[in-house]
């Protein structure tokens, strides 16, 4: 019989998936298929139960439940060494004693490839290491160190690379830049990457889909763009970005839309964005999305007024205005520096407007503030 580690490609599938410790249930009954070739994210906050599925996938923790595919190749209780999976950690785990060729060889040789130097320089080339092939790690910066532990787990062919929080270490610039190399070596390597982080934009700059998940399960998966403009909980809409939701009861329908009052003024929810059952409704809307301005100058689309600014914020591209509401509530307007809006001070009077389609709405008896504390975690 063929070993996993070199037979198996094709779909990961999990199959009811439970991993408890106790009385304590970390991942619950999930089933997930992640396409060959994709470069699939597990985003979500810290105990969630994201690091506990990288760990069943990769044979670190053998699932209480549930089954583990890799195309037709069950590897549920396979040991680590016999699945075709490699991890990259957050802290790079190079051998500091070898150099950056035989760091990348290693592999290979414990699988007993006889000539590697072919390999290896291609993979360097991949990463545009090849010319620190002779130094040790302890000679290179965290993002280069990054790299070479990622040409280390590529030069294997796995048919699965498991990436967990690999760029949290790194300054907030190179973590930018190794985000958008991570994407296009994946793609240049065409092997699935299933990555795990708490972090949004690493999240939605690298991955074609992206899996929420809260307490053990996934709360929706989609892609970036999908799980940014259509959340379907206000734990999404909270989580992935910052969203400005607001409690309305659903007055009336007529054709494609909903008269939503809130706090007695009315605006207007198109009936394929609503996500709520009943009358009771989380009027959601995207903080980029609102226009701001004097009461006298904005009158289209959906509009809120008496608000008044309690703070502004300047941040380069764009100016963040907290906006206190008659009911008590701030809502968050981002309004870009392109000049075509004079700035606006604290105490200000304003009004809110957007477009209609910007709107969504989520089910009423939901928190508010679900995921809102937990978007920046580190």
């Given at each position: 019989m063929?070993?996993?580690?070199?037979?198996?490609?094709?779909?990961?599938?999990?199959?009811?998936?439970?991993?408890?410790f106790g009385d304590f249930t970390a991942v619950d009954d999930m089933t997930l298929t992640i396409p060959q070739g994709s470069f699939f994210a597990l985003l979500g906050p810290s105990g969630c139960g994201k690091?506990?599925?990288?760990?069943?996938?990769?044979?670190?923790?053998?699932?209480t439940a549930g089954s583990i595919h890799i195309g037709d190749t069950d590897i549920t209780t396979k040991k680590p060494y016999q699945r075709p999976v490699n991890t990259v950690f957050q802290n790079y785990a190079l051998f500091p004693h070898l150099s950056i060729f035989?760091?990348?060889a290693f592999g290979l040789r414990r699988r007993g490839v006889k000539d590697v130097?072919?390999?290896?320089?291609?993979?360097?080339k991949l990463v545009e290491l090849p010319h620190f092939a002779d130094r040790k790690p302890t000679q290179l910066s965290g993002g280069q160190q990054q790299r070479i532990a990622l040409a280390r787990a590529i030069v294997n062919r796995p048919a699965l690379l498991l990436l967990d929080e690999p760029l949290g270490a790194l300054d907030l610039k190179?973590?930018?830049?190794?985000?958008?190399?991570?994407?296009?070596?994946?793609?240049?390597?065409?092997?699935?990457?299933?990555?795990v982080t708490?972090?949004?934009?690493?999240?939605?700059?690298?991955?074609?889909?992206i899996a929420v998940m809260n307490e053990g399960r996934i709360e929706q998966m989609g892609s970036p763009a999908e799980l940014y403009e259509s959340p379907c909980t206000a734990f999404v809409a909270n989580f992935l970005g910052q969203s400005n939701l607001i409690r309305g009861k659903i007055e009336s329908s007529d054709g494609e839309s909903s008269v939503v009052q809130v706090n007695g003024q009315k605006i207007s929810l198109?009936?394929?964005?609503?996500?709520?059952?009943?009358?009771?409704?989380?009027?959601?809307?995207?903080?980029?999305?609102?226009?701001?301005g004097l009461p006298e100058g904005l009158t289209s689309g959906n509009t809120l007024t008496g608000g008044i600014v309690s703070d502004v914020s300047f941040v380069g591209v764009s100016t963040q205005y907290v906006v206190e509401m008659p009911w008590k509530q701030d809502l968050m307007v981002f309004e870009q520096n392109d000049g075509g809006t004079p700035t606006l001070r604290a105490g200000d009077p304003v009004t809110l407007s957007w477009n209609e389609p910007f709107t969504f709405g989520l089910d009423g008896s939901e928190d508010v503030?679900?995921?809102?504390e937990m978007d920046g975690e580190a």
């Open positions: 063929a070993d996993a580690s070199t037979s198996s490609h094709g779909d990961l599938k999990l199959t009811r998936i439970t991993k408890s690091t506990t599925t990288l760990r069943m996938i990769a044979g670190l923790e053998e699932p035989e760091n990348v130097k072919e390999q290896v320089e291609k993979v360097l190179l973590r930018r830049q190794m985000q958008i190399e991570l994407k296009w070596i994946q793609t240049e390597v065409g092997l699935t990457f299933v990555h708490h972090d949004q934009e690493e999240a939605m700059t690298m991955a074609d889909t198109l009936k394929s964005r609503n996500r709520s059952s009943t009358s009771s409704v989380l009027i959601g809307i995207r903080p980029e999305k609102i226009r701001i503030n679900a995921g809102a």
